[in-house]
């Protein structure tokens, strides 16, 4: 047989059979092919193959050797590992191992490995330790080896960073000897902080001798192929970017990645989604236990820091040396797991934390913490590595999660405090310690949910009898307090913690414990201002600067006075000067509700959007809801009873019943008003099935949901109850010094339940009282007491106190009262035949109460009993017939149904018997009737079939 030529076996050589193994590698394969047909040719060759872990020198390996079985070659191969490095002749071993020996060669190389693991050769770390004998032995038996095999040989050594350099020093000793031999030396190399002196020992000869193969990361053409292999070429398309910047172009972190995609190809959308799951960590952890232990070390160390800010720090690990850290975080990112100090995928990072102990996890983020907080790295940076280690042992630490709890509260980071506080909880180191971390529990939990926060109230309420509340932190359980209704308590507390804060000299506590004072003094108007002479003593001692609260006394004040310019400017004030927190949430609450009791409609939205984002911003749902509900009371101000209903019920919905404390006479106000006026009574009675706590009648809300309940009472008929519920509103505002008619206009309450009992002359009184009362400006209380007091009078004094009443609403911005006084005024010019202006009058009601989705307001009882003829002429039925029958009709047919004959009609209206007679028969029929007996019936509401058409025509 003739020998081969290098040509000869280039042309025979084909593909490997999985072209994609080797995706992206054809120049290197080429390479390779190359050297292995000059060595065939008869020229010794090396290469040395380098690549990061994953990126394909194995399959490029194993491509090769197919080549080379294809030629003819015989393949001999070994692979280091990191146990045997210090192994002398452990690599020769494996390749003495892979061919046949004869039996007295094979027992002359098993007895020269036994003398190379003797004792004689116990340094086996270094080459000068084994006897230059031996080595010349063990470098002839691997020269009879090549000589032995009589074939071209390929010997490839995988990953060779871990040979032993013995092994190394007679592979390159034998290709120096052997220039001529059909020999190829492959060396899979490993880039780790190692590789050079490995190699560099191993004395490699020069080119063309040995040539270096180096196997960059994939393309993103490259990856775009590899996902087209297994995905199809639609979804590498729509995946290739995506998966590129998560793997780093690594192909065998690619390869993880589409496995676990294909493995949730069922749960995709419309489009495909890249999906990291276990295969995509196998294969991260696969690619770190290849790497040195040192890279692995420098990994986790990645992993629990997580943040790449603080990488330069890390030299100051113990243990950590400047020129290793680099050199790992040069291969990690070589790998594709780390770019600019951060991890590429979430998933790569999870790996390696879950490859930890949890101790050892533990243990790190102890040492990374401490390391922050030693650099001045933020407490929130610090308090997450706390957290992690879920355990502190000194006051600094605890110290620092206090700190980075506070933070999260203020920016809204609940998750962070809440965390930070449930490690710091655990270490109870003392009183004061415990206490505070109860408090900042308690803050955290009470913007979720007041109920459940509350469990920690009595603890509170010990520790704060005791004086261990200090600081801002003296406000909890006296908001507490306010909220689910104890105003006494919260008193008698507030006086305790005052004379403590003045015994320690604590200017915080005093200063948040006089914003608690005026709180207090909001929300429960009937509470004494100051308690004991010490304390308030105490008080005079807080410098103005440091009472936040000085615009809120002022909102105070302006309460009682009731709305005007002064109020609205106030209210500006208080909603400028504070942000909202914990201390200022009430205050805050109060001063938008004047903005809306003062008709500063479009400021008051302003306000609610603002505040409704700050309180979401900082987590606090039930902030949230109380701004909405007064997004829903502002509806019901500009006359929008259906989506005042909806908002109030939303709000309702979304936070318990038993965490709304008394400020759920907010939402429920809203609801029996916005109801009432709907028309539907029955669904705001539906709303008193709510419980509310008894605290809620000490404070202006209360006050108002009484006010509701009683119009909703009034408006199912229930008089008697309306009218107790009316008479209880007058005597807390006159107690409280806030009977101002803007507020609580119960006066006039009072006198429509007089009114539906017939009581007139009471009614009079109690509106005439209002009327005195009502401040300049205060349009819309002056429109309701003029158009009540219209109610109880004659109908010339009636006709002037509606006119009046009418400039008023249309001052006041509320399209519901204006429709109210239109209505009332359409009647009157009804019950005084000016049929013209009451049909105008009428139409615009309807028009406006249309608008707002809800019906007029029928007649009183008192107006019928007294005056029916009135009624007849003109009562709820005869504003129907108004759009159906003329002027001229509706005169004849007023007259009609008080009994006067045709010809008494004819000479009352100065027209003759027939024009009468005429009018009559229109009016039969139009009304779709026959004789003047069922005229009455028809103009009182009892009609017949006709007037249900014409209504509804």
Wanted: glycine share 6%; with cysteine; hydrophobic share 45%.
């Amino acid at each position: 047989m003739p020998p081969r030529t290098a040509s000869v076996v280039l042309d025979e050589l084909t593909p490997p059979p999985h072209p994609h193994l080797i995706c992206e590698r054809e120049e290197q394969l080429s390479d390779m092919r190359r050297l292995l047909g000059e060595a065939m040719g008869g020229n010794s060759r090396i290469a040395v193959v380098s690549g990061a872990a994953g990126h394909g020198k194995t399959e490029l390996l194993a491509a090769l050797a197919e080549d080379a079985r294809l030629a003819g070659a015989v393949h001999l191969s070994a692979t280091a590992s990191r146990m045997e490095r210090y192994v002398p002749f452990g690599v020769l071993a494996q390749l003495f191992r892979g061919v046949e020996l004869p039996p007295a060669a094979a027992g002359h190389v098993a007895h020269l490995l036994d003398r190379a693991l003797g004792a004689d050769a116990a340094n086996t770390q270094d080459s000068v330790a084994i006897p230059p004998r031996l080595f010349h032995q063990m470098g002839t038996a691997l020269h009879d080896l090549v000589k032995y095999v009589e074939r071209p040989l390929l010997i490839s050594v995988d990953d060779v960073e871990y040979a032993d350099t013995p092994s190394l020093l007679c592979l390159s000793s034998l290709t120096r000897r052997l220039r001529a031999t059909p020999l190829l030396l492959v060396l899979n190399e490993l880039p780790s902080p190692r590789r050079s002196s490995t190699l560099l020992r191993a004395e490699l000869p020069p080119e063309p001798v040995c040539h270096r193969v180096r196997l960059p990361p994939l393309s993103l053409g490259g990856v775009r192929e590899l996902l087209a292999s297994r995905l199809g070429t639609g979804a590498a398309q729509a995946l290739d970017t995506e998966c590129l910047a998560a793997t780093g172009g690594n192909p065998f972190l690619v390869r993880g990645l589409v496995e676990d995609t294909i493995a949730a190809a069922t749960e995709w959308p419309a489009a495909p989604v890249l999906s990291a799951g276990s295969l995509f960590e196998q294969a991260v952890l696969g690619c770190l236990y290849r790497c040195a232990t040192s890279v692995r070390t420098i990994a986790r160390i990645m992993a629990v820091l997580h943040d790449p800010r603080y990488v330069p720090l890390l030299v100051q690990l113990p243990g950590t040396h400047p020129q290793s850290l680099n050199l790992a975080l040069s291969t990690l990112e070589e790998t594709g797991l780390l770019t600019d100090g951060a991890w590429r995928h979430p998933d790569a990072r999870t790996a390696v934390l879950h490859d930890m102990t949890p101790e050892a996890r533990a243990e790190l983020h102890t040492r990374i913490g401490t390391l922050l907080f030693k650099n001045g790295a933020p407490v929130t940076a610090v308090a997450h590595h706390l957290v992690a280690a879920s355990q502190i042992d000194n006051d600094c630490a605890a110290a620092v999660l206090l700190e980075a709890a506070q933070e999260g509260l203020s920016t809204g980071d609940t998750t962070l405090a809440t965390d930070c506080l449930s490690v710091a909880y655990r270490y109870d180191r003392s009183k004061e310690h415990f206490t505070a971390t109860t408090a900042m529990l308690f803050r955290t939990e009470w913007r979720s949910d007041p109920r459940t926060a509350a469990r920690r109230l009595p603890s509170l309420l010990e520790a704060a009898r005791c004086g261990l509340l200090t600081g801002r932190h003296v406000s909890a359980p006296v908001d507490a307090l306010l909220w689910f209704g104890s105003p006494n308590t919260a008193l008698e507390l507030l006086e305790q913690m005052e004379r403590h804060a003045l015994l320690r000299q604590d200017a915080e506590a005093s200063a948040t414990l006089r914003r608690c004072r005026t709180t207090l003094a909001l929300l429960y108007p009937a509470t004494p201002e100051e308690g004991d002479s010490a304390a308030a003593a105490g008080r005079s001692h807080v410098p103005p600067a440091a009472t936040r609260g000085q615009t809120l006394v002022e909102l105070e004040r302006v309460l009682r006075d009731g709305p005007g310019p002064l109020s609205a400017l106030c209210a500006e004030q208080a909603l400028v000067s504070h942000q909202l927190d914990d201390d200022t949430l009430i205050p805050l609450v109060l001063a938008v509700s004047t903005l809306i009791f003062n008709g500063s409609y479009d400021a008051a939205e302003q306000w609610i959007d603002s505040l409704a984002a700050a309180a979401r911003s900082q987590s606090a749902p039930v902030w949230r809801a109380l701004f909405e509900s007064l997004r829903a009371k502002l509806a019901l101000h500009r006359g929008d009873p259906a989506e005042a209903a909806r908002l109030a019920e939303r709000a309702l919905a979304d936070t318990p019943a038993a965490s709304w404390g008394v400020h759920i006479g907010l939402p429920l106000t809203v609801t029996l008003e916005a109801y009432t006026v709907l028309g539907s009574p029955e669904r705001a009675l539906a709303q008193l099935q709510v419980v509310v706590p008894e605290g809620i009648f000490q404070t202006l809300l209360g006050v108002c949901y009484l006010r509701a309940r009683g119009n909703a009472l009034l408006a199912s008929g229930q008089s008697q109850a309306a009218l107790e519920d009316f008479a209880a509103v007058g005597e807390l505002a006159t107690r409280w010094q806030m009977d101002v008619p803007a507020l609580l206009p119960w006066r006039t309450d009072a006198a429509r339940a007089h009114l539906a009992r017939g009581e007139i002359a009471r009614a009079r009184e109690l509106a005439t009282e209002q009327s005195v009362l009502v401040g300049p400006g205060h349009h819309e209380a002056r429109s309701l007491t003029l158009r009540t007091l219209a109610a109880t009078s004659p109908p010339q004094e009636r006709m002037k106190l509606l006119g009046q009443a009418l400039e008023a609403a249309q001052k006041c911005g509320n399209p519901l009262e204006l429709a109210y006084t239109f209505s009332a005024l359409s009647r009157c010019h009804l019950d005084t035949g000016q049929y013209s202006k009451g049909r105008m009058a009428l139409r615009r009601a309807r028009q406006l109460a249309e608008q707002s989705g809800v019906p007029l307001p029928a007649r009183t009882p008192p107006e019928a009993a007294r005056r029916p003829q009135e009624l007849a002429a003109a009562g709820t039925s005869g504003e129907t017939l108004v759009g159906v029958l003329s002027d001229a009709e509706m005169r004849v047919v007023a007259l009609a149904v008080r009994g006067h004959s045709n010809r008494q009609i004819a000479a009352k209206l100065f027209v003759t018997v027939s024009t009468v007679e005429q009018h009559l028969t229109r009016v039969y029929r139009k009304l779709g009737i026959k004789r003047r007996s069922d005229l009455v019936l028809a103009v009182n509401g009892e009609g017949t079939p006709g007037i249900t058409t014409r209504r509804a025509s």
